[in-house]
């Protein structure tokens, strides 16, 4: 079992920036894709971004490509999404992600992912 806690999260003007993290702990020496999602009131829950296990792949929500980007540190078993030019659209409760493959081959599908934080709200204003 790995457990993550998600981060990070705030209000903040149009055109600013955020940084979530999300740390995990349990087994964590299985390697793990690592995802974001987000889920705006209403709406279901999309996906944002991934990035394998080494590091050397990454997919991106093309309603995000260009702004935001994922990068994890596996000694500290913690992953990142930088998020800038921050848009109210983006307003949304955003949940870190897992599953266990050591692929370059990333999913975007929620049901793939097996681990979830517990989410951290994301405010942008207008």
């Known amino acids: 079992q790995v457990q993550l806690v998600d981060s990070g999260g705030g209000l903040v003007q149009a055109g600013g920036s955020l940084r979530l993290s999300c740390a995990a702990s349990?087994?964590?020496?299985?390697?793990?894709?690592m995802g974001w999602f987000r889920q705006a009131p209403g709406k279901e829950r999309e996906f944002v971004g991934a990035?394998?296990?080494?590091?050397?792949?990454?997919s991106y929500a093309e309603s995000v490509k260009g702004r935001f980007t994922i990068t994890r540190d596996n000694a500290k078993n913690t992953v990142f999404l930088q998020m800038n030019s921050l848009k109210p659209e983006d307003t949304a409760v955003y949940y870190c992600?897992?599953?266990?493959?050591?692929?370059?081959?990333?999913?975007?599908?929620?049901?793939?992912?097996?681990?979830w934080g517990q989410g951290t709200q994301v405010t942008v204003s207008s």
């Open positions: 990035m394998s296990w080494s590091g050397s792949s990454s």
């Open positions: 992600a897992a599953y266990v493959s050591s692929a370059d081959r990333l999913s975007t599908t929620r049901t793939v992912y097996d681990y």
């Open positions: 349990g087994r964590t020496l299985k390697p793990y894709v």
